[in-house]
């Protein structure tokens, strides 16, 4: 019998022991949690709460009031935007752009959790990469990060009925130029063939490095038809019904399928022209497309012979027949909206622009940025009274992370407290809202 509540003792005291060690466990993770977790707690559990009570949705289709974007007269009756953004197309400025616009109306964008919330990955969407869901009561607005053209998913997050949907397209050429440069693979084949060699050597042993296209085989990739790649091209190309089929046809097919989604292309050639359409086709006000020149390659220009051009044509096949359908089509626009109006409103735009600029920046000093880029010094001007040359200059990769905190909260506010870069964007938000309820925004 005694020994008997001695093993019993030994039990409970074991048990009791392990029992410590668990707490003691779960103590610590609750402590690295709380230090390392960027957002509050109180943050997660109103967020849980807000699920658990139907105020957030998933079911991203049903109609609900839109937020309107714009007061200005409009020639379309789409009032939300898909654009699909594609690489070394000027993307960078134009992002900023529509954040920004997004900002001062408290506009829902689609965005995916994830430390890679500026790449969009709609097939995802219902597994690792939720959505944030807009506002309770709200639709999506405005989608513009990084990711293929997914337009089956793309239908039933933005609706084409209520949604226009736009891309940009640049010279193959200067694109490709562009795109050889940023993504590494200039610096690689310098490295291989040596300091000395020319632009036209070092183009040429790249493409070389490739196979050339055909009805077999055709190179999409970061710097090979990149617009391709970014449009959808690999997915829709291996569709049963083009099996068999040459190149050209499936380019043809491909060409016609990019025609019937897309409202508007944007040519990254003819900037100001573009948002001036895009613009008109929104409904926006002139002061709604202002942009600055975010990254500006700080290399010098190098000029390319004919010779190379044409070899990067040739591997750009499917690129240069995008560029070529859509820059004719782009002329259609124009006639669309008018040829006098579109060139008084290019003009006025320029204007505004530059002066603009003048204020935004102190053009007699340039400072270093990210990816080899030169921008020049902002003033105290754009620093205190107009924020929005600060912001516009802010890396989109940042403001796609304050983006992301304003739709997280509940009244679409501004970023939580921190100490990294984008929560030190808190005042500026502050201020851009403030000055646009108020009517009292600068240009």
Same mark, same amino acid.
Not at 128 to 154: D, K, W
């Given at each position: 019998?005694? &020994?008997? %509540?001695?093993?019993?003792?030994?039990?409970?005291?074991?048990?009791?022991?392990?029992?410590?060690?668990?707490?003691?466990?779960?103590?610590?993770?609750?402590?690295?949690?709380?230090?390392?977790?960027?957002?509050?707690?109180?943050?997660?559990?109103?967020?849980?709460?807000?699920?658990?009570?139907?105020?957030?949705?998933?079911?991203?289709?049903?109609?609900?009031?839109? /937020?309107?974007?714009?007061?200005?007269?409009?020639?379309?009756?789409?009032?939300?935007?898909?654009?699909?953004?594609?690489?070394?197309?000027?993307?960078?400025?134009?992002?900023?752009?529509?954040?920004?616009?997004?900002?001062?109306?408290?506009?829902?964008?689609?965005?995916?959790?994830?430390?890679?919330?500026?790449?969009?990955?709609?097939?995802?969407?219902?597994?690792?990469?939720?959505?944030?869901?807009?506002?309770?009561?709200?639709?999506?607005?405005?989608?513009?990060?990084?990711?293929?053209?997914?337009?089956?998913?793309?239908?039933?997050?933005?609706?084409? %009925?209520?949604?226009?949907?736009?891309?940009?397209?640049?010279?193959?050429?200067?694109?490709?130029?562009?795109?050889?440069?940023?993504?590494?693979?200039?610096?690689?084949?310098?490295?291989?063939?040596?300091?000395?060699?020319?632009?036209?050597?070092?183009?040429?042993?790249?493409?070389?490095?490739?196979?050339?296209?055909?009805?077999?085989?055709?190179?999409?990739?970061?710097?090979?038809?990149?617009? &391709?790649?970014?449009?959808?091209?690999?997915?829709?190309?291996?569709?049963?019904?083009? %099996?068999?089929?040459?190149?050209?046809?499936?380019?043809? &097919?491909?060409?016609?399928?990019?025609?019937?989604?897309?409202?508007?292309?944007?040519?990254? =050639?003819?900037?100001?022209?573009?948002?001036?359409?895009?613009?008109?086709?929104?409904?926006?006000?002139?002061?709604?497309?202002?942009?600055?020149?975010?990254?500006?390659?700080?290399?010098?220009?190098?000029?390319?012979?004919?010779?190379?051009?044409?070899?990067?044509?040739?591997?750009?096949? /499917?690129?240069?027949?995008?560029?070529?359908?859509?820059?004719?089509?782009?002329?259609?626009?124009?006639?669309?909206?008018?040829?006098?109006?579109?060139?008084?409103?290019?003009?006025?735009?320029?204007?505004?622009? %530059?002066?603009?600029?003048?204020?935004?920046?102190?053009?007699?000093?340039?400072?270093?940025?990210?990816?080899?880029?030169?921008?020049?010094?902002?003033? =105290?001007?754009?620093?205190?009274?107009?924020?929005?040359?600060?912001?516009?200059?802010?890396?989109?990769?940042?403001?796609?992370?304050?983006?992301?905190?304003?739709?997280?909260?509940?009244?679409?506010?501004?970023?939580?407290?921190?100490?990294?870069?984008?929560?030190?964007?808190?005042?500026?938000?502050?201020?851009?809202?403030?000055?646009?309820?108020?009517?009292?925004?600068?240009?």
């Amino acid at each position: 019998m005694v &020994a008997k %509540e001695q093993s019993t003792w030994r039990y409970f005291t074991v048990s009791s022991r392990f029992r410590k060690v668990l707490l003691l466990l779960f103590m610590v993770t609750l402590l690295v949690a709380f230090l390392y977790v960027p957002r509050p707690v109180q943050y997660h559990i109103n967020y849980i709460r807000r699920i658990v009570h139907g105020e957030i949705r998933t079911d991203y289709t049903q109609p609900h009031i839109e /937020i309107q974007s714009h007061d200005a007269e409009t020639t379309t009756t789409k009032k939300n935007f898909m654009f699909i953004k594609t690489h070394k197309c000027g993307t960078s400025s134009l992002v900023n752009v529509f954040y920004l616009l997004g900002v001062r109306r408290k506009l829902n964008f689609v965005i995916q959790r994830g430390d890679r919330s500026h790449n969009i990955q709609l097939e995802m969407a219902n597994g690792s990469r939720p959505l944030l869901a807009p506002r309770p009561g709200t639709v999506y607005n405005m989608q513009c990060q990084h990711g293929t053209f997914r337009p089956n998913i793309e239908h039933t997050i933005m609706p084409k %009925e209520t949604s226009l949907y736009s891309t940009i397209v640049r010279s193959p050429v200067s694109q490709f130029k562009s795109a050889f440069s940023f993504f590494g693979a200039e610096g690689k084949v310098k490295k291989k063939l040596g300091s000395q060699a020319t632009i036209d050597e070092l183009i040429a042993n790249y493409l070389n490095s490739h196979p050339p296209p055909d009805d077999n085989h055709v190179t999409t990739s970061l710097i090979i038809n990149s617009i &391709a790649n970014d449009l959808g091209w690999t997915s829709f190309s291996n569709r049963p019904e083009l %099996e068999g089929s040459t190149l050209q046809e499936k380019i043809d &097919a491909f060409i016609q399928h990019l025609d019937s989604e897309m409202d508007f292309v944007m040519i990254t =050639d003819r900037m100001d022209e573009s948002l001036v359409l895009l613009k008109e086709y929104l409904g926006w006000n002139i002061t709604d497309i202002m942009y600055l020149n975010r990254m500006v390659s700080s290399k010098p220009k190098v000029s390319m012979s004919d010779e190379t051009k044409a070899k990067i044509l040739q591997y750009q096949v /499917i690129d240069r027949q995008i560029f070529d359908h859509f820059n004719a089509s782009f002329e259609r626009h124009i006639d669309k909206i008018g040829r006098e109006k579109v060139s008084s409103l290019v003009k006025q735009f320029r204007e505004m622009r %530059e002066a603009f600029e003048n204020k935004c920046f102190n053009k007699n000093k340039t400072v270093k940025g990210p990816y080899n880029s030169i921008s020049w010094e902002i003033t =105290d001007y754009g620093k205190n009274v107009n924020v929005a040359c600060t912001f516009l200059q802010t890396r989109d990769v940042i403001l796609t992370k304050v983006i992301t905190q304003l739709q997280l909260s509940q009244d679409y506010t501004v970023p939580i407290n921190g100490s990294s870069k984008p929560y030190l964007l808190k005042p500026i938000v502050m201020k851009l809202q403030r000055d646009f309820a108020n009517n009292a925004d600068p240009v």
